[in-house]
């Protein structure tokens, strides 16, 4: 997956600037899907039922004539979210903790760029505000053209597959050249999961362990031999 990372402090613009990017790249023909990461306690769920079901629920669904929604009792793990999403690249405002991709930030001031972001993350500064030594990107157009050709989307695992201490790490050797998205070693696991046709993210380690149980298991039965194994559940 293509992706890319919004951020900015309040007022500064950034969700401006994600719905427009998303435009920029729906009308190139993708079709994108956005995350937001906010330090809030709770989403808007304004005249909805939906805080009073959570009251007494884990999850909570809504469907209306237009559009479907799912909502959590608590916080889920970044991969978790990442596997529910449709759509290509990601857009993701805020998160700044989550290191998963390349960042632009929207500055309200200069000084604000070193409290964001790690510059070895930052493909750019959209805005008025620029900062000494980070590329400022200019307009809209120039953003989804940068998201498609550099943006990427790491699982958020920190596994240390990779031989880095996190994903945030690996983010940066990919900006720098240094390496590429399929240096991730959840991309590579011995053993990959999809349900409803989404891939989930497996750490590495954990993918070695199934995969040694399943086959263990398996060759209690008669046929069995080297090679892949295909499993269906429907």
Request: glycine share 14%; proline share 6%.
């Amino acid at each position: 997956m293509k992706g890319v990372q919004i951020l900015g402090f309040k007022k500064s613009g950034k969700t401006t600037l994600c719905e427009a990017l998303l435009g920029a790249l729906s009308q190139r023909g993708h079709k994108p899907c956005a995350l937001k990461c906010t330090h809030n306690p709770g989403l808007d769920k304004e005249d909805t039922d939906t805080d009073r079901f959570l009251t007494f629920c884990r999850t909570v669904g809504a469907i209306a004539g237009k559009e479907s929604a799912l909502f959590f009792n608590d916080p889920r793990k970044l991969s978790d979210m990442l596997a529910l999403l449709e759509g290509d690249p990601l857009v993701m405002e805020g998160g700044r903790e989550h290191a998963i991709a390349p960042r632009v930030l929207v500055l309200n001031d200069a000084a604000e760029a070193e409290k964001l972001s790690d510059p070895g993350l930052v493909l750019g500064v959209f805005g008025p505000v620029a900062a000494p030594g980070l590329p400022h990107i200019g307009t809209v157009e120039e953003l989804a053209g940068l998201v498609m050709e550099k943006g990427f989307v790491l699982p958020g695992l920190d596994c240390g597959g990779c031989g880095r201490e996190d994903c945030g790490s690996l983010a940066a050797d990919i900006l720098a050249g240094r390496a590429t998205p399929e240096d991730c070693a959840a991309k590579h696991a011995s053993l990959t999961v999809s349900v409803g046709g989404r891939p989930l993210s497996a750490n590495p380690f954990v993918a070695r362990i199934l995969a040694s149980g399943i086959r263990g298991l398996l060759s209690e039965l008669k046929g069995f031999g080297p090679g892949p194994i295909e499993i269906h559940i429907e």
